[in-house]
């Protein structure tokens, strides 16, 4: 019994030094990259987000702000500075905008986000193998340090898919509003205007509405609209800037390049529609044969089943 005990707490002890020498280890890299990085403090705020932040189009409330987390936030932003991943931070940039730039965060204010993700599911999943197992797993650690990092970046992948899917179906709408207020005798940025003010919350008219204060800071037309093809990646769009920016040259009446535009865009979503359920037919041909299959099975199994016994007459 005594024995039993014994290596009971031998193993209890050697799961709490695990934890231990990995808190330790932490702790280690923590103070050289502070060492390395400079002293700890509040988190360098963006230009972006110190501009969004004064004419409240971003929320004060978020963890870069926290007085608890900001030194560790602070240390993470520099981490992700540091890092080189390549073009992983334009792709993030890009996403970032995609997805309506949320809250104003850089790639790299993201990429803290994610690395602090990443820490605390590192945390639960080993602290929930050293209480259920009673050892310290650094697999398990680092399979909740993966998923944390990845979880904050699907996410922002899918709200900007999301995002782009929806500017995408308002892009005829739209289009065909700015066509009839052009008829109606408004110019292009008061008709771009007129639909910014039906609904400004859209994503397709704050985009929009972007263009707009581009363009009243004094940016041209042609360098607003490449800015709006280049945050929105969809092709559609960056066609009908083309298309824009093409009959202003040669000029052509924008209201006819516009309304061209909406009703080609419509016949393309109808030949996708039609392509999708060409599809969607034969997709369901298989489960249809399994399903008929599994029908005369049932219906005809009885009888065969007599017949091989004899029990048919």
Do not use: C
């Amino acid at each position: 019994m005594t024995t039993a005990t014994d290596i009971t707490l031998l193993a209890a002890a050697d799961g709490w030094l695990a934890v231990l020498t990995s808190l330790a280890g932490f702790a280690t890299v923590l103070v050289g990259v502070v060492a390395l990085f400079g002293h700890a403090g509040r988190t360098a705020v963006s230009p972006q987000r110190r501009i969004a932040i004064a004419t409240g189009a971003a929320d004060r409330r978020t963890v870069f702000e926290s007085q608890l987390l900001g030194p560790l936030m602070w240390l993470l932003l520099h981490l992700a500075e540091k890092l080189s991943l390549g073009g992983f931070k334009q792709r993030l940039r890009a996403t970032l905008i995609a997805a309506g730039s949320p809250s104003f965060y850089t790639a790299e204010e993201y990429l803290a986000i994610a690395l602090l993700w990443g820490l605390a599911a590192a945390a639960v999943l080993g602290g929930v193998h050293l209480l259920a197992l009673g050892s310290f797993s650094l697999l398990a650690a680092g399979a909740g340090l993966v998923a944390g990092v990845a979880l904050p970046l699907y996410v922002l992948h899918d709200a900007a898919r999301r995002r782009v899917r929806r500017i995408g179906r308002h892009v005829p709408y739209s289009l065909d509003l700015i066509a009839l207020a052009m008829g109606a005798g408004s110019t292009f940025t008061e008709a771009i205007r007129t639909v910014v003010r039906e609904a400004p919350d859209d994503p397709l008219n704050v985009e929009l509405a972007t263009v707009l204060a581009e363009m009243d800071l004094g940016t041209t037309r042609r360098a607003a609209l490449g800015n709006l093809a280049e945050r929105v990646p969809l092709e559609s769009l960056r066609g009908i800037v083309a298309s824009i920016i093409q009959a202003e040259d040669l000029g052509t009446p924008m209201g006819d390049v516009l309304a061209g535009q909406s009703e080609l865009l419509r016949r393309h979503r109808s030949a996708r529609a039609e392509k999708l359920a060409a599809l969607a037919s034969v997709r369901i041909l298989v489960p249809s044969v399994i399903i008929l299959l599994s029908v005369v099975v049932t219906v005809f199994a009885p009888i065969i089943i007599r017949a091989v016994r004899g029990e048919l007459l």
